[in-house]
Nanobody, 115 residues
Framework: QVQLVESGGDLVQPGGSLRLSCAAS????????MAWYRQAPGKQRELVAH???????NYADSVRGRFTVSRDNAKNTVYLQMNSLKPEDTAVYYC?????????WGQGTQVTVSS
């Protein structure tokens, strides 16, 4: 079965950094477009960063210049490097894999930015 397992969430001070990972299994990872979403309490889930199967990237305006998405097809893993974190980045971060009609989600990892 398809599994997406996120890791790396933590409590961090404003201005700090975190690196999230999402390990995929059960899919042909290299053909999937991968994305990171986040959902803060009381808010809708929003797209944070996206990387295509070919490696093209796109970011939400709120994180552009601070976050970097990357993928390692040999390890079936997508990463989200988050720098200069702000309290408003606090959310549960979810990994998504999409290809044609298929879309798969991970269980999420909590990121809390607070002093």
């Amino acid at each position: 079965q398809v599994q997406l397992v996120e890791s790396g969430g933590d409590l961090v001070q404003p201005g700090g950094s975190l690196r999230l990972s999402c390990a995929a299994s059960g899919i042909i990872f290299r053909i999937y477009h991968m994305a990171w979403y986040r959902q803060a309490p009381g808010k809708q889930r929003e797209l944070v960063a996206h990387i295509t199967a070919g490696g093209s990237t796109n970011y939400a305006d709120s994180v552009r210049g601070r976050f970097t998405v990357s993928r390692d097809n040999a390890k079936n893993t997508v990463y989200l490097q988050m720098n200069s974190l702000k309290p408003e980045d606090t959310a549960v971060y979810y990994c998504n894999a999409a290809q044609n009609i298929w879309s798969h989600w991970g269980q999420g990892t909590q990121v809390t930015v607070s002093s």
